[in-house]
């Protein structure tokens, strides 16, 4: 093999590892980052990626007690084919679970309360190249959101219009489709596989049509309604470069515009006066990656995250914000097309240690952690 394709192979196949997704954000309820890394392969390509995050967030109050680990473990999916209709347009289409949390309080005062808020986002992406150096994309995003709420249950049944079962204060369970796009441009030095690439995600409107269940005294009340929430905007900036012919190095910064995104149902608000949570602060986040070349098969990376404290006011369902992490991984190139990355990550996250209720003591959240793992498979034909 000559020295030529010898260092566009050990690159290709480190390139290949640096633009695995991170495992695990904590900004808002961010999850993937938004990637759109897969219009970038060359040729025919198909690839799936399954994952898990672990979280462990525990917490107490000195007048409420022990809420036990209110954080719940999320699976989570991602996909995507490309293709080259000719030298110089291609296109994707890429799903994604973007914005993925689900929380669960077990113990304590707040005991039933539970959250479950995700995103699916269907992005269809398409990219023109001016030439080899340089290159525009877009394409529409459709994304369906969905949460599902309910406050502590009380067990009422020394009541007898009640059942014997814990019933919820409050519950409600919504799901909405939105549009929104994708757009971005990147400069390319293609025999280096060094590559600067800015994307902007636009922020999804959803119009929910509601209907609140509240727990009264004389039994639980429906409270019809419609209010309106926007996953954030954000903008991704991905640099990626060689240190030397096996040895590649990838910076990600990405702004995520969480300040203004709130779930502020209609009867919540008219009976407690306020959201049932509000994000006040913009994300940043940091990553650095850094892959290098083992042999003609196999290649490791080790990556690593910093997210500032944006100095959010915590509520049941925000206890985290900001933290950093460090994780790796391997990648197997089988030589005929078929890849597959494995990687881990250890996130140690900042806790948000403000008063749960107003007037009472702060809740104390600990050393809060998550571990995330992924597989990633993919296949150029």
Not at 60 to 70: A, E, I, R, T
Not at 157 to 170: D, G, M, S
Not at 226 to 250: C, G, K
Not at 327 to 340: N, Q
Request: aromatic content about 12%.
């Amino acid at each position: 093999m000559s020295a030529r394709k010898t260092r566009a192979r050990n690159l290709g196949l480190a390139a290949c590892i640096a633009m695995a997704p991170a495992a695990a954000h904590a900004g808002g309820f961010d999850l993937t980052g938004q990637p759109i890394d897969i219009i970038f392969e060359e040729g025919n390509y198909i690839e799936g990626r399954v994952g898990i995050v672990v979280p462990t967030v525990e917490g107490s109050n000195p007048l409420f007690g022990d809420f036990g680990d209110n954080a719940e473990t999320t699976p989570f999916f991602n996909g995507g084919a490309k293709t080259d209709f000719t030298d110089r347009i291609s296109g994707a289409i890429i799903f994604d679970t973007p914005f993925l949390r689900s929380t669960e309080y077990d113990n304590g005062l707040y005991i039933g309360t539970a959250a479950d808020v995700s995103a699916y986002t269907l992005t269809a992406v398409g990219r023109f190249k001016f030439n080899d150096n340089f290159s525009v994309y877009a394409g529409p995003r459709v994304q369906v959101a969905a949460v599902d709420l309910q406050g502590p249950t009380r067990n009422l049944q020394a009541v007898p219009v009640f059942p014997e079962t814990p019933i919820p204060i409050y519950q409600i369970d919504v799901e909405d489709e939105g549009i929104g796009f994708v757009v971005g441009a990147a400069i390319e030095i293609p025999a280096y596989k060094a590559r600067l690439a800015v994307t902007y995600n636009s922020e999804i409107e959803h119009e929910f049509d509601s209907t609140e269940i509240l727990l009264s005294p004389v039994g639980p009340v429906a409270i019809p309604g419609s209010f309106e929430i926007h996953t954030p905007q954000s903008v991704n900036v991905d640099l990626q470069a060689p240190i030397t012919t096996s040895t590649l190095v990838r910076a990600n910064i990405r702004w995520a515009d969480w300040g203004g995104v709130d779930f502020d149902p209609p009867g919540f608000r008219a009976n407690f006066g306020r959201p049932v949570v509000e994000y006040t602060e913009d994300v940043f986040t940091y990553r650095l990656t850094v892959a290098q070349r083992l042999n003609e098969n196999f290649a490791a990376f080790v990556t690593g995250s910093y997210e500032e404290d944006g100095g959010e006011e915590g509520s049941l369902f925000k206890t985290v914000d900001g933290g950093y992490s460090l994780g790796g991984g391997l990648i197997i190139d089988s030589g005929e097309g078929l890849r597959v990355t494995l990687g881990a990550e250890y996130r140690w996250l900042d806790a948000i240690n403000d008063p749960q209720v107003p007037g009472f003591p702060a809740s104390d959240f600990g050393d809060p952690t998550a571990i995330a793992a992924s597989m990633k498979v993919g296949y150029t034909f």
